[in-house]
């Protein structure tokens, strides 16, 4: 059974900086590109961070560039995000996704999911 666990999230003032884990499990991490996306109230969700399985960097979002980083360690079937300067339109529920198909990640349309963690960034 595959199962993603996210954690890392918080309440953080405005300029702060978080970061946020998924742990995989039930499947051949190595082999899968991951992403991190959001989905703050009343909004879609949408793509943040995407990475392939090599560690080679999938995109970012353009609200992030330059704030945001994500990172893998396949070892410990582990992404991150690292998040600073932190603003408060950061606030949102995040998720990890996982997809054998980077495409998938960057669309918004991996395969497996996980239950989510609360970023709130207070201004």
């Known amino acids: 059974q595959v199962q993603l666990v996210e954690s890392g999230g918080g309440l953080v003032q405005t300029g702060g900086s978080l970061r946020l884990s998924c742990a995989a499990s039930g499947l051949p991490f190595t082999y899968y590109a991951m992403g991190w996306f959001r989905q703050a109230p009343g909004k879609e969700r949408e793509f943040v961070a995407g990475?392939?399985?090599?560690?080679?960097?999938?995109d970012y979002a353009d609200s992030v560039k330059g704030r945001f980083t994500i990172s893998r360690d396949n070892a410990k079937n582990t992404v991150y995000l690292q998040m600073n300067s932190l603003k408060p339109e950061d606030t949102a529920v995040y998720y990890c996704?996982?997809?054998?198909?980077?495409?998938?990640?960057?669309?918004?349309?991996?395969?497996?999911w996980g239950q989510g963690t609360q970023v709130t960034v207070s201004s």
């Open positions: 996704g996982l997809d054998q198909i980077p495409s998938r990640v960057l669309g918004g349309t991996a395969g497996y």
């Open positions: 990475i392939r399985w090599s560690g080679s960097i999938i």
